[in-house]
């Protein structure tokens, strides 16, 4: 009686001790989700913002970007 109640017991602890990782577990993929949730708002904000520029292709990029996008043909 007593080993079966040990065994109860321990399969018990076991599966506590597996609800509280589970239970980590879920908490940390909830907080990526918010951070990517975060991230892609951003992006999309971006994406919006660059698409109301008036569609001027250069619109928001630096000196550098641009020279690098309008390479002469022998490039």
Known sequence: MDDRLNAIETALAHQDQQI??????????????ESLKKLLSRAEAKISSLASDGGDPHAGLSTTEIAAMEKPPHY
């Open 20 to 33: 509280t990782e589970l239970t980590d577990v879920i908490n940390r993929q909830w907080q990526e989700i």
